[in-house]
């Protein structure tokens, strides 16, 4: 049996759009993300790294997607649980010097990643409205990002994304008017 922790949200996201069939195929068949570069300047949790190969990584973010992708909130509480079910992590309290502790205990170590992620997400929907995890809305990317920003307005991963939607609208209104 494995005790396993959340994982840093940025994590968690680097992964879906690092390793996920679906943004990587959108963005025109990108590799995936070197595992050194995904696990650079996280603290993961012990049980982690030992269960990332590479079939792992995008099966798990396979299995994530959807739950960012969700069009609504019973939806995305669905797939979670079912997440969560197939992991099938289970909550425990642990004693430590600092008192008890709240943690999650997985009996196969080979679904220690996909638990975290669950329990990660099961956390985050929360703690926030389900609405602050989405889906880029730019054409040709399916990147997914949880949106920090005091309005809850985000429709974009990045930057990037925002200024190229804005382009190509506007050489689409310029078109449609004979320019």
């Keep these: 049996m494995d005790v396993v922790r959340e994982l840093p949200m940025p994590l968690l996201v680097e992964l879906v759009n690092g390793w996920g069939r679906v943004p990587r195929e959108r963005a025109g068949g990108r590799p995936r993300a070197a595992v050194d570069e995904l696990l650079r300047d996280h603290d993961l949790p012990a049980t982690l790294p030992g269960a990332l190969d590479d079939d792992e990584l995008e099966r798990v973010a396979d299995l994530v997607h959807p739950v960012f992708a969700g069009a609504d909130p019973g939806s995305r509480a669905r797939l979670v649980t079912a997440l969560l079910t197939a992991a099938q992590v289970r909550p425990v309290l642990t004693a430590g010097d600092s008192g008890l502790g709240a943690s999650w205990e997985v009996h196969d170590p080979g679904q220690a990643l996909l638990a975290a992620a669950a329990v990660t997400l099961r956390s985050e929907l929360a703690a926030r409205e389900p609405e602050r995890l989405g889906t880029c809305d730019a ?37 449609a008017h004979g320019h």
């Design 139 to 175: 054409r040709g990317c399916a990147d997914v990002f949880v949106d920090t920003s005091p309005a809850a307005r985000r429709r974009f991963c990045s930057v990037t994304c925002q200024n190229r939607e804005r382009v190509a609208a506007f050489r689409r209104r310029r078109a």
